[in-house]
């Protein structure tokens, strides 16, 4: 038998928790330890708990899916988030997955494609619907268009080079000899440079700029 795996739900519906509850302990290796109805909350139990699954609604009544799955893999670096959207949407899987997610299904969906796309991710498989691969934004996915003129400065290159690398900000502020609020400034405006919202996604996109960048010199 497999190991159980323990798994976190959040749902402004509790109805909708309960479902899905029964339908993910109808299988042995499933667990639900905890449901609760905002990311606030959420954080709160995969920081308790360090479950193998977070299984969220992308709209909480404290924010979207995004604002909590950076800090969720934070806490949890190996638990696996998947987000539950209204519909099949091959731009929202790009977002979520971009920022940490594991995989990405439609409120709409059967249990079964539930169940199998769980199954998936315990084989370490990610899956997708077949009709994605007919999108005509599908081959964009492999990297995003970018502004190779972006202008970094080079103390924002510095910031960024190193949170590449995994350095914390206390330690960068150090480092340069600013405050952690300084870091803080520096980053809001790598961040707007970058047209990106967090750190997941402003790694990702510093990381194709440089590359970008080698690639034209």
Sequence with gaps: MRREWQVVLIDIHPTSMLGTKLILEEHQDLSVKAMV???REGLEEVDRIHPDLVLMDYKLPDG?????????KQL????HIIVMTDEDDLKL???YIGIGASGVISKQSSPLKLIHLITGLREGLASIPLAWL??????QLGEPDLDVDIQ????????MER????ITYDKIAKEINVSRRSVDNYLRKIYTKLDVSSRAQAIEQFTLYTKSK???V
Excluded: C, P, Y
């Excluded at 949890?76 to 638990?79: I, K, L, P, V, Y």
């Excluded at 949170?163 to 995994?166: D, E, N, P």
């Design 134 to 139: 007919q999108n005509e934004d599908w081959g």
């Design 37 to 39: 109805s905002t990311g």
């Design 152 to 159: 970094l400065t080079d103390m924002e290159k510095f910031i």
């Design 76 to 79: 949890s670096a190996d638990t």
């Design 214 to 216: 080698k690639q034209h």
């Design 93 to 95: 899987f790009r977002k």
């Design 64 to 72: 979207e899916a995004d604002h909590f799955i950076e800090q969720m």
């Design 163 to 166: 949170i590449v690398q995994g």
